[in-house]
């Protein structure tokens, strides 16, 4: 069985709403599930540690202090739970490398990029509470991560939010799994 499901896809595709609806649905067939949030983690814990030099600060893809300190609290997290639900788009090659790669040798990690239309995404972004900087970045952004993702993860999962709910979405997610645990 896989000890981490990774939601990968640009902002604004659905990661954080499907996250949500499979967390719960894990946690009602019995699992013990953490829904790991890497803006959380990013936002409230690494950048409030009075420890951390401001002046370095990067965007979390690209900090590899942060990258290193969230990898290690993924493994904590292993250790307690069935299953992890970790939300993060992997579109940098120290993203991929420190997480993906390096953490999937410890752990078996199930990796579903969602995607969705371009026109669609710059939709959801405009209608996110979170305006401003954050919002001009992930449009920004936007064909980058969408490139990333098509030249590094082709074999992976690929799901197409685009006319699902993310409930739908994660309902899918949930069968994957299932089918996995009981090919086991």
């Known amino acids: 069985m896989y000890k981490i499901i990774w939601l990968d896809g640009a902002s604004g595709v659905g990661k954080t709403t499907v996250a949500n609806f499979l967390t719960n649905e894990l946690m009602e067939n019995g699992l013990t599930v953490d829904n790991v949030d890497s803006d ?18 990067k965007s979390p893809w690209a900090d590899e202090c942060f990258l290193k300190y969230f990898k290690g609290q993924l493994v904590l997290f292993c250790e307690k739970n069935d299953i992890l639900v970790v939300q993060m ?26 995607n969705a239309s371009k026109q669609t995404i710059k939709d959801r972004l405009k209608e996110r509470a979170t305006k401003g900087v954050a919002q001009r970045q992930a449009l920004e952004r936007l064909d980058w991560n969408i490139a990333y993702l098509n030249k590094y993860y082709k074999e992976d999962t690929w799901i197409n939010t685009e006319e699902k709910s993310a409930e739908n979405v994660a309902d899918e997610i949930f069968s994957m799994i299932e089918k996995s645990r009981l090919q086991k």
Do not use: F, M, W
């Not at 990013?42 to 030099?53: F, H």
């Not at 997480?99 to 752990?107: A, P």
């Open 40 to 57: 959380y983690y990013y936002q409230e814990k690494y950048l409030s540690n009075p420890k951390i030099d401001q002046s370095k600060v």
């Open 89 to 114: 788009a992997l579109t940098d090659d120290k993203c991929r490398k420190i997480l993906l790669e390096s953490l999937g040798e410890k752990v078996g990690i199930k990796h579903i990029i969602l």
